[in-house]
C-alpha cells in the first residue's frame, strides 16, 4: 500500500498489469520521473518476479461501522 498519494498501490494488483506498467515505465511509454530510472535497470525477468511477488499480497478491506 502505497504512503504517498501520488504512489499507486502495487499489492494485490494483477500481476499482468503491474508486468505491462514496469515495461511502460522502463521504456519511457509511461513517463514518470522516479519509477523511470527504477525500471530502467530492470530485467524482463525482474519484472516478472517482481509483478507476480506484488500479486501474491492480499488486502482486506472492512466496511466501516
Known amino acids: 500500500i502505497a504512503s ?3 504512489a499507486a498501490n ?3 494488483q494483477p500481476a ?5 506498467q514496469l ?13 523511470g530510472v527504477i525500471a530502467r ?3 524482463d525477468e525482474d519484472i516478472r518476479n517482481l ?14 461501522q
Open 4 to 6: 504517498m498519494p501520488s
Open 10 to 12: 502495487l499489492a494485490g
Open 16 to 20: 499482468i498489469y503491474t508486468e505491462e
Open 23 to 35: 515495461k511502460a515505465y522502463r521504456s519511457g511509454k509511461r513517463p514518470h520521473e522516479v519509477m
Open 41 to 43: 535497470t530492470l530485467s
Open 51 to 64: 509483478a507476480v511477488w506484488y500479486a501474491e499480497i492480499r488486502i482486506t478491506v472492512e466496511m466501516p
